[in-house]
């Protein structure tokens, strides 16, 4: 019977002008071995793999899509290779494949399937934020991307608030880039004056910021956060 092949979960950068320097030589030796690939965005992954400066030729590596919008049997057929012995890697947007990524249903496809998963070392913003904020980190939630519809948005936010207060757990969530400070304006509004906010954004970059304070002093000085990657925290220092 002939082996099965590996699943790598390959991190990419969360900016690519700087994220190059924290990566560690492991994800470059498997991508230069590695000719198959399950990505989510196909631009972003090519301008990734040419970034390492690998010497390869990128019309010589497979790709196929996979996203939210990936039907179930397709996340299947997908593993077809692997279990013929080829090995396969993931990568998604930015960051670390299967956390708040769609990697995550092939790789419990493959566990199915038996197909062996690695996991490689890279950066993951939610993890970066959660170590840069002061908060509880042995407690804490991450709750992706909070209801774009803003009586829902609002009511999860004051949900979160109490969760973080009450139960000293550390409540992580995020938006699309484009409505950072919408959703700004609303944790603003409707958090209490003396609840701790913590704001990540651009991080590994050059413009990387992570503060914490107290929503009434977010109040009076509010960044700008319109296209820009970010995460945001509530809990206790």
């Given amino acids: 019977m002939k082996a099965k092949g590996i699943l790598y979960l390959i991190p990419n950068v969360l900016v ?4 190059l320097d924290m990566m560690a030589p492991v994800v470059k030796n498997v991508i230069a071995a590695t000719s198959y690939y399950l990505v989510e965005d196909f631009r972003t992954v090519r301008r990734f793999i040419s970034s390492l400066k690998l010497g390869l030729n ?5 790709m ?5 919008k990936t039907p179930d049997p397709q996340v299947r057929k997908l593993l077809d290779p692997v279990l013929n012995g080829q090995d396969a890697g993931i990568i998604s947007e930015a960051g670390c494949p299967g956390i708040a990524d769609p990697g995550a249903r092939a790789v419990a496809w493959a566990h199915q399937l038996g197909i062996r998963v690695v996991p490689l070392p890279g950066p993951s913003s939610m993890f ?3 170590m840069g904020s002061g908060f509880n980190g042995q407690a804490f939630t991450f709750s992706g991307y909070l209801p774009i519809e803003r009586k829902e948005r609002i009511k999860a936010i004051k949900e979160l608030e109490t969760r973080a ?3 000293n757990t550390t409540q992580l969530f995020m938006e699309t880039p484009f409505r950072n400070n919408r959703l700004l304006e609303d944790l603003l509004e409707q958090l209490d004056a003396k609840t701790l906010l913590c704001i990540a954004s651009e991080l590994t970059g050059e413009g990387e910021m992570i503060r914490t304070r107290k929503v009434a002093d977010w109040r009076k000085e509010k960044p700008d956060l319109h296209k820009i ?3 945001f925290l509530i809990g206790l220092s």
Avoid at 58 to 62: G, K, P, V
Avoid at 64 to 68: G, H, V
């Fill in 64 to 68: 196929e899509k996979l996203d939210k």
């Fill in 229 to 231: 990657p970010a995460v």
């Fill in 58 to 62: 990128l019309e010589e590596i497979h």
């Fill in 128 to 130: 970066l934020a959660l």
């Fill in 165 to 167: 207060l009450k139960e």
């Fill in 16 to 19: 690519l002008e700087t994220g």
